[in-house]
C-alpha cells in the first residue's frame, strides 16, 4: 500500500458519499503542446476480479507490445493477495469505441534466486516491455517505516516469464536509511519509460528526497529528479548516466476539506521524442478526491542535477519545462487513481492512441479504470 492508498483508504469513510457528488472545476485546461487528446473510451474490471488463482488489483503499470498486440499490466500487490505479479491483457481498441479488456495470462515475478516475493519485499510500479531483448523492465518503490523494516528499492531486468536477469546498479542517493537523507518511505521508483531509441532507461522519482525539500503542498510544489541508465553492450543498463530536476505542481486544493489527508507526485513519465516527455501528475484530497493532469516536459535545456546533492537553490540548476496536456477533471467524468501510461494500437488513421489504468489500492471505494485516447495531432 502507498503513500496515496493510505490516503485513500484513511479518507473513504468520509469521502465515497462526498466526492462523487463533487462538481468538476472549470479551469482553462487547453492542450498546449503539439497535439490534443480525444476521449476514446473506458472499461473498468469487477472489484476483486479472480483470475488464474490471483485477486487482480493494484494495476500500477502498464506498456505495450504492438507486434504482438498484448498489454503488460504489473501489480503493486505487496504479495498480500498473491505473489509480486503481471498480467498481460488485449485491450479492444479502434478509432469509435474501447470495447473490451480481456485478461490472459498472470505470471509471477521472481527473486534473483528463482523464489517468489514473500510478503513485502517488493512494491512493484512501472513496467516497461523491451522490444530489443523481448523481457521487462520493472521497478519497485523501498520502504522506511520504521528501523525493523529498511527495503531498498530497484530497478530490474525480468523475462516475459517473469524470471529474474538483471539489476539496473542503484546510486548511493536511493538507498534506504534512517537518516535524514536519502528517499521517502514508498516515494521512490514510481514511473519509468524507454527512450524513443530504446538506448536508455529514464527513471522517475515519485515525490523529492528528502534533502530536496518537503512535499508538495497546497501552496508550493516540489521537486522530484528523473534518471537516465544508458544501455550497455550487454543489453542492460548501467549507472546513472543523466538526472533532471521536475517540478511537481502544488497539490490541486479546488475542493479539499482539509490538508491533512492531501498528496500530489508523479506516477508515470512516457517518451515521445528525443527532448520530450509525458508526466503523469497524481494527487489526491479530501473532499477534492483525485485530481490527474497530464504534463508534457522538456529536458533540451535542463541541467544535469546528478552531481547536485539538494535541490534546494532553484538558482543552481534549470529544470525540464513543463506545459499542461490534459487536466481529466475537464472529462467531467468520474476519474480514479491513475498510475499507468502507455502508447496503444495505431488507428486505421495512423494516429497513435494513449491508454491509462488506475491502482484501485484494492479498495472497494475505487476501481480499477481503463482510459482510451487518440493522439490528434495539432
Known amino acids: 500500500m502507498n503513500a496515496f492508498a493510505r490516503l485513500a483508504v484513511a479518507a473513504s469513510a468520509v469521502c465515497l458519499a462526498a466526492c462523487a457528488s463533487l462538481p468538476a472545476t472549470r479551469e482553462d485546461t487547453t492542450p498546449r503542446g503539439s497535439f490534443t487528446l480525444r476521449l476514446i473510451g473506458q472499461q473498468k474490471l469487477d472489484h476483486l476480479l479472480q483470475f488464474g488463482g490471483t485477486t487482480v488489483g493494484g494495476l500500477s503499470g502498464i506498456d505495450y507490445d504492438p507486434e504482438a498486440d498484448l498489454f503488460y499490466l504489473i501489480s503493486d500487490d505487496r504479495s498480500d493477495f498473491a505473489p509480486t505479479r503481471f498480467y498481460t491483457a488485449r485491450l479492444a481498441i479502434d478509432a469509435m469505441r474501447f470495447g473490451d ?38 521497478t519497485s518503490e523501498g520502504e522506511r517505516h520504521d528501523p525493523s523494516r529498511l527495503i531498498e528499492p530497484f530497478i530490474r531486468h525480468a523475462s516475459l516469464g517473469g524470471d529474474y536477469l538483471d539489476e539496473v546498479p542503484l546510486d548511493p542517493m536511493f538507498h534506504i536509511t534512517m537518516e535524514a537523507r536519502g528517499p521517502r518511505d514508498n516515494q521512490v521508483f514510481e514511473g519509468a519509460t524507454l527512450s524513443v531509441d530504446r538506448r536508455s532507461l529514464w527513471i522517475s522519482m515519485e515525490d523529492p528526497l528528502i534533502q530536496d525539500g518537503p512535499l508538495p503542498t497546497m501552496r508550493e510544489g516540489a521537486w522530484s529528479r528523473i534518471s537516465r541508465y544508458d544501455r550497455t553492450a550487454s543489453g542492460g543498463f548501467g549507472r546513472l548516466q543523466q538526472q533532471l530536476a521536475y517540478r511537481i505542481d502544488p497539490i490541486p486544493s479546488a475542493g479539499a476539506w482539509t490538508a491533512k489527508y492531501a498528496q500530489n507526485g508523479i506516477s508515470e513519465i512516457l517518451a515521445i ?56 477533471g475537464t472529462l467531467h467524468m468520474a476519474i480514479d487513481n491513475l ?10 488513421n495512423g494516429h497513435r492512441t ?14 480499477t479504470q481503463f482510459l482510451a485516447f487518440e493522439i490528434v495531432p495539432r
Open 101 to 138: 479488456v480481456a485478461l490472459q495470462t498472470v505470471v509471477t515475478l521472481k527473486r534473483p534466486d528463482g523464489t517468489v516475493f514473500p510478503r513485502h519485499a517488493a512494491d512493484a510500479e512501472a513496467i516497461r516491455y523491451d522490444p530489443q531483448s523481448r523481457s521487462l523492465w520493472w
Open 339 to 348: 498510475e499507468g501510461l502507455c502508447f496503444g494500437p495505431t488507428l486505421t
Open 354 to 367: 494513449l491508454v491509462f489504468v488506475s491502482d484501485d489500492n484494492f479498495n472497494p471505494g475505487q476501481s
Open 273 to 328: 521524442d528525443t527532448t520530450r516527455m509525458l508526466v503523469l501528475e497524481r494527487a489526491f484530497a479530501l473532499g477534492a478526491g483525485w485530481r490527474i493532469r497530464l504534463f508534457e516536459a522538456d529536458w533540451s535545456s535542463a541541467s544535469d542535477v546528478k552531481a547536485i546533492h539538494a535541490l534546494v537553490d532553484a538558482a543552481a540548476f534549470v529544470p525540464l519545462t513543463k506545459r499542461l496536456v490534459l487536466d481529466f
